[in-house]
């Protein structure tokens, strides 16, 4: 099967025809899996692609039509139990590692409940009141789409037969402008100001103040992390956070994950390493500690905001053209070599702690992003597998330093 | 889809007709099963439906076709990796907990491999040399016919909404005929000393001093364990073994497993709990904590040996007629109350060791038994999950004491 | 044994009294205890007494007089290899795990050690360009002087006994001002600015942007600590972080550590609690739930510093006179209602993460503060077991947000 | 200081005398000990000294002074807390790996107690219904000696500076005698069945059945053991129980406990290895895996058990005249060449299992042997750390097949 060709919608669009888009675009990535790889999950982090497909339509099921359509009659009782993910205002729920054991329901009974869900939402659409939280769960269900692809790609590649999700070949990479970006410092406004949705945790817009620095055009690529290890950048303490270098012992670290020998494993299954490509799947360890070996620093994440800002505006930082570009597939359009969006996800070195004046949401959604924001680290940007206008200039990503099965990257910075 | 029915055959039929008799009732087993429940694995003792399936081809492949078929060529060559099970002089192989990843190949094509295998067999029936090995391949089947039904067991009761493997309900216990079986002591002869086949581990034959004892004619009940419980036996550290004392209050173990409030998970979901089948599930250190409260003991295995021998006599020891009375179902047809085999595995007090002069076989083969002897008990008689025809009184079962997800149960003894 | 009376000597002092001064009131704390006392460890976390005693000679010796005293041979040649502490560059050491089993090399080598190395540090006072070295010797002597306290309560915390580390009883708690030190916002310099030592990680000073906020004149008490138990708050998953949460569930948190009904361990043994003083021995996660709880937040590192350095400027932000004044004991004098230092340190909502143009020193030293950067929360003040004189508006203390066997507590924050 | 020579009397001399020695004794063994020495726990497994001397005290004023002195007097009312080891029957009791945070009591507090037991004693030694249970004491403390030493060999291995316990220079090995003892098979009585002490494991006595074998008249020696690694012993999976292999791969087993090149741990540290010394710190695993190695086998203990009696006869089984020969010091006499005891505890293939009719004691001493069968398997003999007298050849010394800080090593054995 080839790769999914995603029909998507920009922010224009109404907001019933948006919905149906994203729906269908998750169920297109699905659409290449059996019923077998939809269901297995490889680690606590990762959740089964059936899973994903069901905990979205019980986003939807709970916070818009349970909540809000006063004759609404869960499709089926006892599934809220599986497919809460976190939501502790939502009750009990089953145990993370335990989502690989859902062998029911169904691939069948989950597009089934999609399909009546899809159906029961719309009246939903005319409730001006509820726009926020549609906006609120069609973001959710495309930051699932972005996990279904890499949560996938975990669990194919623990597969010692190195089985492909679909078919094709990995694309060359397209060069990248040299050069860095300067900023004079001084007072910038940073978080979500324009209009549009943004997460919670992209707010209040607040000022900070910079100091003179660069941020480089390009992403590090393969090629330079071949040679942060040929100079032995796994063996130099020196170059290592404390907690990294002792993640580097305890596991053993002496690569990117995905690399063996000049391969990687991609959603069509091991290539040949492309050296041009940016450097993906590393952990902030590895981001910090190569930003060292190069006489550099990761930006923070003000910064790396900042410059965004002076490129694209907060519109149009996530090109809506950019399509959902998963790692093994061309481009369908060249991306701008100044974009700071699209291939990997970018390490700054700022932890992820609220903004000046954030307050949570109300209710179960409050759960959304707060409570999070102890011990990971901020990630600023877009991947190849992010859905094209998901991201913008002021969003937040966050995961712990160690992880790194998501598609994430690094972008040197130095002081000026 | 309702219960397979097995069509089997006993001992006296054609190598060949028993042959495809076990593979056709491996496949039936399966057959409820979708490929996702045929993929998952819930912990590491246990294994996906689909490897089981898979790993019995393997071993006919390995130690039938490619040893013995010189023009033989593998039908793929990467599946030996993923399908061996612990064979060392194999070489290397997949790590056990990762056999719950193996999403590809599918049952498709497992099936179809299993079907080039059994063709490829035909020439092989002929070859009187190598009638013991077939025979060991066949028992072996049998081993992972009854392996699958408790592995998928325990990955279905995984699932909060304890799905069915298959319609019907679970009869009424047969009744248990009451007493005791006496033994005046002396010398028996036990181990396998018959015609037919045995494992390596049930010879050589030899003989042993008794003391005089009484075994129990019954199986203890559900409602015999719940008068444990109510008498508080969970909590009388007086009654268990140390280890066993620590493995209850490090795992706040209260039942055996698969029991909750008046409920036992089954094959066909959850099911009211009859006080008068044989209770099932339990650990040795469950086992050997009710024998003390009974005031009785566990036997030896060669006590238990030694009144099977007297009732029954080697060849007949498991009734052919008994069927593969998965523990959902109604037998097919009753048993003598006399039998000491069928409904549950029957803890004994011996460890699994050697007998005297015992020599594993040489090659891989070498390694079905001997080096699994340390660390585990012996289990006699045969459960309701056990193929018919498979077991005998020489037949030695083991476990590990904390193990419980087998159809685990005990008979009474004491001293005379 | 009463209380150690600490002689110590303010920054005027010269150099070498001050070094006296700092070595002696070392020996002073290990004094009340025993051979035995000081040699267990209780965790990883935490070091032996003796292994303090040791590890902070050995940073003397090993970069004052070994680097700059041409003919000074080490006293012992493998003691380096045991009490190196986390210098790579220093080369391999003894697990962190083992120092508890370091039985020998006994007090009394050590303390000859001690001795030896007072004597050869004598013509090093006269270099100028050693004095920031000496400087860092001593700050880091001191640091471990707390450590020393903090670990020796912990490990005796483990003895059923509730053995007592001196004699005498606690004091009752000072009266705390109420109210609440407003900051208008806007543009504050943070950072070390003045002369005087400081450590690299207090550097360089720069600008910050501060919202208007308020900062609690006093630190939360005990009593107010049982209202949050009181009021469930140890069950309410809402006001917890998500990593706070799993925390409490996974280690069965209900109350901060050393707390016991109505008790609290101290280093004088079981005594009851005083419900006027500060709140102790809490981690992040706590201090964060609380403050949740109370409507407020924890504040920033910097609105922190920014009101310390209103009211005391940074000379004299720990009141020299303010003494040693570990928990159990009498402050020898009363400290200032309006002062942000002693008591107990407190949580920051801040990570700990370098200042912009931060640059780790060159050499084994720049391992001092730099690498642990990541997954730490900083706390600002000084404790009871702070010793006098060494904290400052510009201190950064840090650690993990689970730890809590350092005098830990919180000072809440709002915005205005 | 020197060895301790251990000041002994046999069975015939009176009761008080010989508990009086065996008082001694003990604390002759730690004399040579610090406190902090006496204070630590390398493992679990593993006790501090000064736990040691205290638990055999609580053992006499628990189950002889407090249950058979009606006016006596707890010495100490939270001690019995600290110094229980695992009789449930007494309550509850600190955790077993928190017996190294015991720096509290001191050891003179441990020796006034155990002063004012030995005084208390005085007049149970007339009354003759006590006899049995004073035998146990003894036998009870003899243990502990043997555990005392090996634990604390243990201990100070941890320590990277290889201390050594006392003075004095390991002596060479004795010869052995070569050949084998022959056994032609047959009912053999086994078990204790002379007069004088015995554990109850050691009954009843009864008859088993052997087949002709034979074992060999000496130990495997260091020599040996060298080949077998040369051979690539420690890498020839087909070697290995099954068990074994998985503790070798993962705790990267390669040579006995305390072996470093050509050197080897002892108590007065590290010594040149002696190569016609017995091995000795091997596990059960690599006891069976040599014996594999070798074409050989390991005895089982009733195999052991007719070798020993038909050269010995129960009551001369240990030579009393054989001391305390701790692995580093010179036998103050020769063993005959004969002697299955002393050097090395011998691992056998069995089980350890209750004799028939076995039956634990009444009260809290029945679980002093009873409750530990299961998972653990015999050895026979003494070792050069066993208090002489202390053994037979109805001695049943037991262990997990993993461990190996005793001094076990093996003797092999053969069909016939």
């Given at each position: 099967m080839p790769r999914p060709v995603p029909v998507s919608l920009n922010e224009g669009a109404p907001l019933a025809a948006r919905f149906h888009a994203v729906?269908?675009?998750?169920?297109?990535?699905?659409?290449p899996l059996s019923e077998a790889d939809a269901?297995?999950?490889?680690?606590?982090?990762a959740s089964p692609t059936k899973w994903h497909l069901a905990h979205v339509t019980w986003f939807w099921e709970t916070f818009l039509l349970r909540d809000n359509l006063p004759d609404y009659r869960l499709f089926n009782e006892r599934w809220p139990f599986i497919f809460n993910s976190y939501y502790e205002a939502e009750g009990e729920r089953i145990a993370r590692f335990s989502r690989g054991m859902l062998s029911r329901p169904t691939m069948a009974e989950i597009v089934e409940w999609r399909a009546h869900v899809d159906q029961?939402?719309?009246?939903?659409?005319?409730?001006?009141?509820?726009?926020p939280l549609i906006e609120l769960g069609l973001a959710h269900e495309q930051q699932h789409q972005e996990l279904l692809l890499t949560d996938i790609k975990h669990a194919l590649f623990q597969n010692p037969l190195g089985p492909a999700m679909w078919d094709g070949a990995s694309p060359r990479a397209a060069a990248q402008a040299d050069g860095w970006y300067a900023h004079p410092g001084g007072v910038a406004r940073v978080g979500h100001q324009a209009s549009g949705f943004a997460f919670d945790n992209e707010g209040p817009a607040h000022r900070v103040l910079l100091e003179p620095f660069e941020l480089s055009a390009r992403l590090v690529t393969n090629r330079e992390w071949d040679e942060f290890i040929v100079d032995g950048g796994y063996q130099s303490a020196g170059l290592w956070l404390s907690d990294g270098w002792a993640w580097v012992k305890r596991e053993g670290i002496c690569a990117p994950l995905y690399w063996h020998e000049g391969d990687?494993?991609?959603?069509?299954?091991?290539?040949?390493?492309?050296?041009?490509?940016?450097v993906t799947h590393i952990s902030y360890f590895e981001a910090d500690a190569f930003a060292t070996w190069a006489g550099c620093r990761l930006p923070t994440e003000f910064e790396w905001e900042a410059i965004a800002r002076g490129q694209e505006g907060e519109a149009a930082a996530h090109d809506p053209a950019a399509g959902n570009q998963i790692d093994t597939a061309a481009p369908p359009m060249p991306r701008g070599s100044a974009g700071l969006f699209g291939d990997a996800w970018q390490y700054t070195r700022s932890a992820y702690l609220p903004y000046p004046r954030f307050k949570p949401a109300a209710g179960a959604v409050g759960e959304y992003n707060g409570k999070f924001m102890s011990g990971q680290v901020?990630?600023?940007?877009?991947?190849?597998?992010?859905?094209?206008g998901h991201s913008r200039a002021s969003y937040r990503n966050f995961f712990y330093p160690h992880q790194r099965w998501q598609f994430t990257g690094l972008r040197l910075a130095k002081d000026l």
């Open positions: 729906r269908a675009l998750t169920e297109a990535l699905a659409a269901t297995i999950q490889s680690m606590e982090d029961a939402m719309t009246p939903l659409f005319e409730r001006e009141d509820l726009v990687q494993f991609t959603h069509v299954g091991w290539q040949a390493r492309d050296p041009d490509a940016p901020v990630l600023r940007g877009a991947s190849c597998a992010t859905p094209r």
